[in-house]
């Protein structure tokens, strides 16, 4: 870990644009230690976070060992894992949620400041974006859900969300 750090540290000194990649969905992981990584994973700052579903490839070890770990997955491509001893099914739809989430907001700089508020974590915010969008479905643009989303988030914890709007205006723009 301490390598990955120094890494991390090394290439933020020098000004370089980095993604941090996070897979989820491969067992002995947990819905709660997913959502631990995925906070660790922001608290590096990295220019770009991207989040992928397990793929459990035919021939690798995984894909041989899969009956070890109780691992069920998807036959045909894109091999998708389902579930697994340490995820149920549930779990595992939770986690290509937080992938589509995280497609749909991309980087957003706002939604990270947010988590940086006492007592809000990146997994909270992206957990109620994912319960805002199931209550407001049909809505325009992502900007426009994401301004209302921030606004009805800010207002249930007590956040002053003036801040957060204006950011996301401009980051949202368009």
Request: with cysteine; charged share 30%.
């Amino acid at each position: 870990m301490q390598r990955f750090l120094d890494g991390v540290g090394h290439v933020k000194r020098h000004g370089l644009k980095w993604e941090l990649q996070l897979i989820v969905g491969l067992p002995g992981e947990t819905r709660a230690s997913f959502r631990r990584s995925l906070n660790f994973a922001v608290s590096l700052d990295p220019y770009q976070l991207a989040v992928y579903p397990l793929m459990v490839l035919p021939g690798t070890e995984l894909w041989r060992k899969a009956g070890d770990v109780r691992l069920a997955f998807d036959r045909d491509p894109p091999y998708y894992v389902q579930s697994h001893f340490s995820m149920d099914a549930a779990d595992i739809e939770y986690g290509r949620r937080v992938v589509r989430a995280l497609q749909d907001l991309g980087d957003s700089r706002t939604l990270r400041l947010l988590a940086r508020e006492r007592g809000v974590t990146y997994a909270d915010v992206i957990d109620a974006w994912i319960a805002w969008e199931d209550e407001h479905p049909g809505l325009e643009s992502t900007g426009y859900r994401v301004k209302h989303f921030l606004l009805e988030f800010c207002d249930r914890r007590q956040i002053a969300a003036e801040f957060y709007r204006g950011c996301a205006s401009r980051e949202f723009a368009g």
